[in-house]
């Protein structure tokens, strides 16, 4: 078992999860039997991170006795991986002191994550046990907008004033390197804290021990304010290749970084709110299997009301025209209709993405009409032609329905062709103007669209039939 445990590591993620649960029935067994000191020198042997998967599949009853026999920096890190309410757990079993233990190991950014998932008397009790430092730091950050640089930026860095030398910069980071989240990168400032250089752990060690850091430095420093968005400074760390990104505020002091796990974890969260917006759901951070059932109902059921009444839009426009057409274009409708709003998603889906990448602004709504202009024309003259040989074949000569004719074939073909191109141009466009009014793009993605498409191809559908058919 103990070489199953080692090895659990260098598994497959699915594989893992399977020997998490096996893990951790074998740890609770230990647990019983008070086999403490074996138990210790096996849980050294496991990655934070699978530690923490371990707790969530370990018996609630038996998580407290697990966390304690980690070594201190080792529960910390585990401790910041498990579930919001895992964590809660933990805490109301702590006593003050293993509290503080714990949070002197946790870096900022971590304990205002923890803080902003925490009920209110826990938020209390973690404050209380916390310095007055860290209380000052952690009640600036909290004050930041939520989805900003500042909410989720760090100021445990490595900042070096503009008139030491190399010698004195190494000697400053052996003093305060186990304190600060990342010593690969680090910051030249005035007295003042004004930004002037970047610094890496790689130049430090190549250069002499005399030369200046103003030598070194790297002057063309690339920074975000505090009150940028989040998202967007994700994408600029990533697009950069940083480990970490400054953050500075209004007078351009520099205040805090942040580093290439923490813009993972937002492109993470900003990825699976824009998903479930696409999917009319309203986005909420617990896993689905933590998740009740009643916050499920209540995150699913405005959207499913919007769009049910929006809905009767189509209805309306379908009872408008029924009794002037002939009832064989009933037979079409939901094909048109449905290839109208899955030719709308597609657009959408793939407009929404290049925005939240930032490879489209709104200064390239004119490139991306032109674009999505040719794609209609193409997809929906293909689309088109097939479905006229679809209905002449089909559904005129092999189910032999003497109401359709030739000219109907026609009539569904061509307005496919034209619900085709302004869906596409729609699910393109939309996107982009909700992004400039300040809208998320996310909302205007497939549901919403594909409602808006679904009148629309009515509209076109029985236009081009009343221009073309004898009512």
């Known amino acids: 078992m103990e070489e199953k445990i080692i090895l659990t590591r260098d598994l497959s993620s699915s594989a893992a999860e399977a020997d998490f649960e096996e893990i951790s029935l074998f740890f609770e067994e230990k647990i019983r039997e008070k086999r403490y000191r074996e138990l210790k020198e096996l849980i050294a042997t496991i990655p934070s991170a699978d530690m923490a998967e371990i707790f969530e599949n370990t018996d609630k009853a038996h998580q407290s006795?697990?966390?304690?026999?980690?070594?201190?920096?080792?529960?910390?890190?585990?401790?910041?991986?498990?579930?919001?309410?895992?964590?809660?757990?933990?805490?109301?079993?702590?006593?003050?002191?293993?509290?503080?233990?714990?949070l002197e190991e946790l870096y900022i950014d971590d304990t205002v994550d923890l803080i902003e998932e925490m009920p209110a008397i826990v938020v209390k009790r973690i404050l209380k046990s916390s310095t007055k430092e860290d209380r000052d730091v952690i009640n600036t950050i909290l004050r930041y907008p939520k989805h900003s640089a500042g909410s989720?930026?760090?100021?445990?860095?490595?900042?070096?004033?503009?008139?030491?030398?190399?010698?004195?910069?190494?000697?400053?980071?052996?003093?305060v390197a186990i304190d600060k989240e990342t010593i690969y990168t680090c910051y030249v400032t005035d007295r003042d804290r004004h930004l002037l250089g970047v610094v890496t752990a790689k130049q430090l060690l190549t250069a002499e021990l005399d030369t200046p850091l103003t030598d070194i430095m790297d002057e063309g420093i690339i920074y975000v304010n505090t009150h940028d968005d989040r998202e967007e400074v994700a994408h600029k760390l990533n697009r950069y290749g940083f480990l970490a990104m400054p953050v500075a505020d209004s007078e351009g002091r520099l205040v805090g970084i942040i580093t290439l796990d923490d813009a993972v974890d937002v492109i993470k969260e900003e990825s699976e709110e824009d998903f479930a917006k696409m999917a009319a759901i309203t986005p909420?951070?617990?896993?689905?299997?933590?998740?009740?059932v009643i916050k499920i109902w209540l995150a699913r059921l405005p959207w499913l009301l919007i769009l049910m009444l929006s809905s009767t839009i189509s209805s309306t426009i379908l009872g408008g025209f029924e009794?002037?057409?002939?009832?064989?274009?009933?037979?079409?409708?939901?094909?048109?209709?449905?290839?109208?709003?899955?030719?709308?998603?597609?657009?959408?889906?793939?407009?929404?993405?290049?925005?939240?990448?930032?490879?489209?602004?709104?200064?390239?709504?004119?490139?991306?009409?032109?674009?999505?202009?040719?794609?209609?024309?193409?997809?929906?003259?293909?689309?088109?032609?097939?479905?006229?040989?679809?209905?002449v074949l089909i559904d005129k000569l092999l189910l032999n329905n003497p109401s359709i004719t030739v000219?109907?074939?026609?009539?569904?073909?061509?307005?496919?062709?034209?619900?085709?191109?302004?869906?596409?141009?729609?699910?393109?466009?939309l996107p982009i103007l909700a992004k400039k009014i300040g809208l998320d793009p996310a909302v205007m993605a497939s549901p919403l669209i594909t409602t808006l498409v679904d009148a629309l191809s009515l509209v076109i559908y029985f236009a081009v039939a009343s221009a073309t058919l004898p009512v």
Request: glycine residues 8%; hydrophobic residues 50%; proline residues 2%.
């Open 65 to 102: 006795t697990l966390f304690r026999l980690m070594s201190k920096e080792a529960a910390a890190d585990a401790f910041t991986n498990l579930q919001p309410d895992t964590q809660r757990r933990l805490i109301e079993s702590f006593t003050d002191i293993e509290l503080s233990e714990i």
């Open 152 to 175: 989720v930026m760090t100021t445990e860095y490595v900042r070096f004033l503009e008139n030491m030398n190399v010698e004195e910069a190494l000697t400053h980071i052996r003093r």
């Open 284 to 292: 909420t951070e617990a896993p689905y299997l933590k998740t009740s």
């Open 323 to 391: 009794a002037a057409l002939p009832a064989v274009l009933v037979l079409f409708v939901p094909m048109i209709m449905g290839t109208g709003g899955n030719s709308g998603g597609q657009s959408s889906v793939t407009v929404t993405r290049s925005i939240s990448l930032s490879e489209i602004e709104f200064s390239d709504i004119g490139r991306v009409f032109w674009k999505e202009l040719r794609v209609g024309l193409l997809s929906g003259g293909v689309l088109g032609v097939v479905t006229f040989i679809k209905v």
């Open 407 to 429: 000219l109907v074939a026609g009539v569904v073909a061509l307005s496919l062709t034209v619900t085709i191109i302004a869906a596409k141009l729609i699910g393109a466009i």
